[in-house]
T-cell receptor
Framework: GAGVSQTPSNKVTEKGKYVELRCDPISGHTALYWYRQSLGQGPEFLIY????????DSGLPNDRFFAVRPEGSVSTLKIQRTERGDSAVYLCASSLGTGLSGANVLTFGAGSRLTVL | DQQVKQNSPSLSVQEGRISILNCDYTNSMFDYFLWYKKYPAEGPTFLIS?????DKNEDGRFTVFLNKSAKHLSLHIVPSQPGDSAVYFCAASGAGGSNYKLTFGKGTLLTVNP
């Protein structure tokens, strides 16, 4: 597609429920990233995929969070037993490859706003 | 511990004047710096970047200056336009060999008044 597409744009759920957030990166982009932006903060790194594998998942806050990218394109961020503190905008980004430079920058989607009641 | 700091939450300037947004960082391993711009309900959009081997990079109305000894960078917008009103995020990468991971500041809300 022309840009990074994220669905849903808005998700309201109850504490304890399971949530899935989807990201469709730019066609041909091998690298995919998830970031989380809480209110009043900048985006914070969660996980980075190169192809199908998670090359760095050091930003995932705990084992309730998991992400997959089974075919090297679409990715799903999964959150189990949601808590009120999980409320944030979850941003997905993609890039042509690794190694940020003037020619290789992250392109972000509009984000999925998650509200846990 | 915030490794990238934007100490001004907001900035207001008149149309046509210069906007200067500042950013400080603490990790000397950062070697690549970027500015992203964000409108409400949209994702951050890449604006301009600079490598640590340079001290200035210019793209049209936007110029980024890097002072490595002071661990400080700034974004200059000249002349400012009302359409520049947005949240501006400073970001850095390269620490610990991770040239793919961005560390963001909290952002500065720029308002350009007509």
């Amino acid at each position: 597609g022309a840009g990074v597409s994220q669905t849903p744009s808005n998700k309201v759920t109850e504490k304890g429920k399971y949530v899935e957030l989807r990201c469709d990166p730019i066609s041909g982009h091998t690298a995919l990233y998830w970031y989380r932006q809480s209110l009043g903060q900048g985006p914070e790194f969660l996980i980075y995929f190169q192809g199908t594998g998670a090359a760095d998942d050091s930003g995932l806050p705990n084992d309730r969070f998991f992400a997959v990218r089974p075919e090297g394109s679409v990715s799903t961020l999964k959150i189990q037993r949601t808590e009120r503190g999980d409320s944030a905008v979850y941003l997905c980004a993609s890039s042509l490859g690794t190694g940020l430079s003037g020619a290789n920058v992250l392109t972000f989607g509009a984000g999925s706003r998650l509200t846990v009641l | 511990d915030q490794q990238v700091k934007q100490n001004s939450p907001s900035l207001s300037v008149q149309e046509g004047r210069i906007s200067i947004l500042n950013c400080d960082y603490t990790n000397s391993m950062f070697d690549y710096f970027l500015w992203y711009k964000k409108y409400p309900a949209e994702g951050p959009t890449f604006l301009i970047s600079i490598s640590s081997i340079k001290d200035k990079n210019e793209d049209g109305r936007f110029t980024v200056f890097l002072n490595k000894s002071a661990k400080h960078l700034s974004l200059h917008i000249v002349p400012s336009q009302p359409g520049d009103s947005a949240v501006y995020f400073c970001a850095a990468s390269g620490a610990g060999g991770s040239n793919y991971k961005l560390t963001f500041g909290k952002g500065t809300l720029l308002t350009v008044n007509p």
